[in-house]
């Protein structure tokens, strides 16, 4: 798609004039799966590697490092279809690490997954992080965010109303949050001190430490405006 406004870069590259070189540069694993149901594991990467030019004397020995890195080599040659919901989640960010990207974009990676397969996704995650890969990652689970994130944004209605490091996005909430009287997002009170809390909160409140689920709660349901159009992150 083209810019409204304004422009898109990748590397210093245009996307207006240099779509197919950056195409190249990208890897995109979606919410849903996408892959071809009635092939083999196998077959759905070299696919995969074909449409992107994946050179012939390079392709086997690829999928095959990248399935075993998944966990999913001894599934190879067994039908996409049989595969469980963690594993046919982990066949998705193989496929997309399968030319090399050097930007990932991961479209809610661990909805719907049992607590053992998202952990094991975010141990995945993780590791491609730490290989140096640039991550943008879209999650409604905040915790998923505070975690695995070094850089965050809330958006409402399209626009960025915020964007800074988790620990630095709590720091200008507080520390500490009271629940006042109810469990509501309107009858929290942020405050960067436990002894300012017992003074505000009074008899029979609570208070915990503030987590980012709680900071994303302040800024999107209070009157904060969103960031001009275009601002960086």
Known sequence: ?????????YDGLDTRYEARKIKSMIGVVPQHFNFDLDLTVGDNMRLHARLYHVEKRVREKRILNILEQMDLA??????ARTLSGGQKR??????????QPKI????EPTVALDPQARHQTWKIIADLERQGRTIIL???????????C?????LKNGQI????SPEALITRCGQYVGLGKGHFPQDFFYVEEKARIWCAAGEGRRYKKTSLEDVFL?????AVKPLPLGMGI
């Open 161 to 164: 109303l915020v964007h800074d």
């Open 218 to 222: 302040y800024f999107t349901t209070s």
């Open 138 to 148: 879209t999650t409604h689970y905040i915790e998923e965010a505070e975690m695995l």
């Open 74 to 79: 001894e599934r190879m040659e067994d039908n």
């Open 150 to 154: 070094k850089r965050v944004a809330f």
């Open 1 to 9: 798609m083209r810019p409204t406004v304004g422009q898109i870069l």
């Open 104 to 107: 990932l974009f991961l479209d």
């Open 90 to 99: 982990k066949l998705l960010i193989a496929r997309a690490l399968l030319h």
